[in-house]
């Protein structure tokens, strides 16, 4: 009887004894999909020595399909590599891999108030680069995410997001010894918006080297990120090896500053700490404050402070985006303006990252298309619609729009 019990039990659970088997059994988590991710407790179940093979068959087949061994090699600062899904479709040839920060925004549920002011506040899946991965996703394109959440209910239920809008997670990261980043962003009455971060030290800020999926960044076209994992370590090392990866494998490599000065430590460390990685970037998107700021002080709409303090050799598309009065565009071969698109805004969280998503989708699809000034014009007229329609809805990827929704705007527009 209890060699029996024995072939039931997975070899790697330990404790037993002569009378209690000490196993772990899992609670099925609802926020992960077909339940592929268990939350992992223990429990002592007190065996009977003259327990019979007939019962143990129907007694405790239930429970065996719920068993999972614990981890055995965890990664370094106390991370697991989690189950992740990756069955959402992907075409390797215009993948997009979008590698840095996923968080939940609390946003108010009323517009124009400041955070104080706001009487509650709706949560909504963020961070730059996540949005990026799902607005891709939403426009038809292939995108994947790399990043850290917590071992929490809001890392578990980001990842699923993820999977919902069939962006690739595989290369999603769980921390059990830090939890999943939190920001409240409001859009005030005056137009200007109010963060307020919690992360001390949250998750996304403890990804190490060895945890990155090093494949999964060989197999994109273009690789994304933004600054704010650049501020603190493991993360900054991470961040940067992952980008000497996807130069060395060939793949286009996209900057979207996303400047966020109370992450960093002083003003001066986030323009060095932008600025050091500037000139490795194909791609770079920026927007009116962050020229400003970087240049100190200078006219954002000075060609010529962009083109002497922000176009370096290597660049093959500089864009500046200008809200609702549409953005600028800088190549080696011409330069020049898109227009807006005028919309009454709710939220704008998001809207430059829908942007991205618009013009990186296009991009991804044929590169060449730099070097036509009007198939570029039209790709950011495209990405521009994107912005727009993010605006008029609170949250970031909440409000990211559909190709279909996209291309349903763009004639309204025209007229």
Not at 266 to 276: L, P, Q
């Amino acid at each position: 009887s209890f060699s029996c019990l024995a072939v039931k039990f997975p070899l790697s659970f330990r404790g037993c004894s002569v009378i209690y088997f000490h196993f772990n059994i899992c609670q099925l988590n609802p926020f992960i999909p077909d339940h592929n991710r268990v939350l992992p407790f223990s429990c002592s179940l007190l065996l009977t020595l003259t327990l019979c093979n007939c019962c143990c068959n129907t007694r405790f087949d239930h429970f065996f399909t719920c068993i999972t061994p614990m981890a055995t090699n965890p990664t370094p600062g106390g991370s697991e590599d989690l189950p992740s899904d990756t069955q959402g479709t992907r075409d390797n040839n215009s993948l997009v891999v979008c590698f840095g920060e996923m968080l939940i925004d609390f946003v108010p549920t009323v517009g124009g108030v400041s955070l104080a002011e706001a009487p509650a506040f709706k949560k909504a899946p963020g961070g730059a680069p996540a949005n990026v991965a799902v607005g891709i996703s939403r426009l038809g394109g292939s995108s994947a995410f790399i990043g850290k959440v917590g071992d929490d209910e809001f890392g578990y239920m980001l990842a699923d997001i993820l999977k919902q809008n069939n962006v690739d997670n595989s290369g999603v990261r769980f921390d059990h010894n830090a939890r999943t980043a939190l920001s409240f962003v409001t859009l005030r009455a005056d137009g200007e918006r109010e963060f307020l971060f919690f992360r001390h030290p949250s998750a996304d800020m403890l990804l190490h080297e060895s945890e990155l999926d090093i494949d999964l960044i060989k197999q994109a076209r273009i690789f994304h990120y933004g600054s704010i994992s650049l501020i603190d370590e493991p993360c900054r090392s991470t961040h940067l090896a992952a980008m000497s990866i996807a130069r060395k494998s060939g793949c286009i490599l996209s900057y979207d500053p996303n400047l966020r000065l109370p992450l960093w430590p002083s003003a001066e460390a986030a323009r060095k700490g932008i600025m050091n990685i500037w000139d490795q970037a194909d791609i770079i998107k920026i927007s009116e404050e962050e020229i400003t700021f970087l240049t100190g002080g200078d006219d954002p709409y000075d060609d010529n402070v962009v083109l002497k303090k922000l176009f370096h050799p290597n660049l093959k598309l500089l864009v500046v985006t200008e809200g609702s009065e549409g953005c600028r565009y800088y190549t080696k071969e011409f330069r020049g303006r898109v227009a807006g698109v005028k919309v009454k805004p709710v939220d704008t969280t998001g809207a430059g990252d829908a942007f991205v998503s618009g013009i990186l989708n296009s991009l991804a699809s044929d590169l060449n298309l730099i070097q036509d000034e009007k198939r570029l014009r039209e790709a950011l007229a495209f990405a521009n619609a994107c912005g727009a329609l993010t605006v008029i809805e609170r949250g970031a990827i909440p409000a990211l729009p559909t190709k279909e929704a996209v291309l349903q705007f763009l004639p309204k527009v025209a007229a």
